[in-house]
């Protein structure tokens, strides 16, 4: 047990102690701090946030695709502060209150389609949770029980909660707790770098034969027990792979053709990381739903949620048919308060706008890495892009699983952070760095990103 600390709170080596002693970071390999300091973030201010030693760094990953606004948002906490003394909590449960009622409508109008209906959670674990719970009643609701099932691609991420890590495609992190859920079933991704030879050299046809596993997925299974599948826009995980065209028009076909609902997990992809509110927008499909988190409220308080189609909601107004799902601080006052200032600054300051007129130079900017031998493909829309790095240029060879440890986390995270970026070198498919700016990035901080990887990257290749 701790001494408790003053109303002032901690601060330098007090704070480094607490940390070490205290606190258990997600995703992290807690040694990797035994014997140096845990990085304090501090403060933040437009597209930068500074350390506890007044060190500044550039967010290349808005937070965790989150801070799409950029910090220091006097107008978003204001509008919190407001919220919070006037109702600082009341639950969604038989009860609503208007923030949660205005920010509803405000999203329905947004999304495409008939979605006109949300339901709210705090987190996109929880939005992708309640999307195959929503699937799995639904079908029984409407007489077809056996539909349990959902397929999602491999390599792709949808969350930790157990229902969702059983969606998820990353074997690594499901192992530890296994068994899963049963019903998640893998289908392949959209990673033209790596394509089957037989399509390799044809976007298209690449593309068609990826939605077309998709349907093989379904009749292997019996469509009679797939409930739904999960797809993000562009697909995280692995390193940013977008869609080759046509492929969501056909993968809506073939949801249509079986009686399947298609989820689009847009956890990451809305509000704006693509150019538009939804990534289903920016590339002509229907969702049946959408999940979301994450940027709705650029991160100034936690909230997620699935918008759902007047159809797939039909069955749970009328009788007696009851959801039977909830969460306590899902739709939370505060929160649907800071999104609906959030997106007064989308409309005020044309963010979308913002991304949609500057994507093609953020492309060409890192686009120039493509000369460092260590950088196989650069791959992404709007402002949401992966580098991937390979040992081999020519044959595309990657780095073994030793050689990917030594890289990314002995040298790369710790270099791109130290020379002042932040952003994610990852391995949870083939070794990548991913960049994902706040919306209000311009050319002046493409050309710091580019400048500081270049270095980076360059002293990475001379250590191999």
């Known amino acids: 047990m701790s001494t408790p600390h003053p109303a002032g709170g901690l601060s330098g080596e007090a704070l480094q102690a607490a940390a070490h002693r205290h606190l258990w970071l997600h995703f992290t390999r807690m040694s990797s701090y035994a014997a140096g300091e845990v990085p304090l973030i501090v403060r933040g201010s437009g597209q930068y946030v500074f350390d506890a030693h007044g060190k500044r760094y550039l ?14 948002r ?26 949660a009622v205005e920010l509803a409508e405000r999203l329905a109008v947004l999304a495409p389609g008939e979605l006109n209906r949300v339901f709210f959670t705090t987190s996109g674990s929880e939005a ?18 056996g539909r349990y ?31 899963m859920a049963p019903g998640g079933v893998r289908v392949p991704n959209t990673n033209f770098y790596r394509a089957p030879g037989f399509v390799a050299d044809d976007w298209e046809a690449f593309g068609r034969w990826a939605a077309d596993e998709i349907e093989r997925a379904i009749l292997r299974e019996g469509p009679e027990s797939v409930a739904a599948v999960f797809l993000e826009p562009v697909q995280n995980s692995g390193g940013c792979f977008p869609p080759p065209p046509g492929y969501f028009p056909r993968v809506r076909e073939i949801c249509d053709r079986y009686g399947v609902l298609l989820v689009s997990d847009e956890v990451i992809c809305a509000f704006g990381r693509l150019g538009h509110y939804f990534g289903a ?31 797939v909601m039909e069955p749970f107004t009328t009788g ?22 959030n997106l007064d600054v989308f409309e005020k ?10 994507e093609g130079a953020f492309r060409a900017t890192l686009g120039k890495l493509s000369d460092l031998p260590i950088v196989g493909e650069v791959r992404g829309d709007g402002y949401f892009y992966g580098i991937e790095l390979v040992k081999d240029k020519a044959s595309r060879e990657t780095f073994d699983d030793g050689e990917s440890e030594r890289l990314l986390r002995g040298f790369l995270s710790p270099a791109l952070f130290e020379a002042g970026l932040i952003c994610r070198a990852d391995d949870r498919g083939d070794p990548v760095i991913q960049l994902a700016p706040p919306l209000t990035c311009t050319q002046e901080h493409f050309d710091e990103m580019e400048q500081i990887l270049r270095e980076v990257l360059t002293r990475a290749w001379s250590q191999i």
């Open 349 to 358: 300051e044309d963010l979308l706008g913002n991304v949609r007129a500057n």
């Open 59 to 72: 967010d290349g990953l808005s937070g965790l695709f989150v801070s799409q606004i950029g910090h220091g």
């Open 149 to 179: 099932k959902v397929l999602s691609r491999d390599i792709a991420y949808h969350g930790t909660s157990m229902g969702a890590l059983a969606i998820t495609g990353l074997p690594d992190i499901k192992h530890p707790f296994e068994p």
């Open 74 to 99: 006097t107008e978003v906490a204001e509008a919190g502060a407001r919220q919070a003394s006037e109702l600082a909590y009341f639950p969604l449960w038989s009860y609503a209150h208007p923030r």
């Open 281 to 311: 927008q920016r590339y002509g499909y229907q969702p049946d739903i959408i999940t979301f988190a994450k940027g709705v409220t650029s991160g100034y308080s936690p909230l997620g949620g699935m918008l759902v189609s007047d159809a």
């Open 320 to 341: 007696a048919a009851t959801f039977l799902h909830g969460v306590t601080f899902a739709g939370h006052p505060v929160s649907a308060a800071v999104a609906l200032a």
């Open 128 to 145: 992708v949770e309640s999307a195959w719970k929503l699937a799995k009643q639904y079908f029984k609701t409407i007489g077809q029980p």
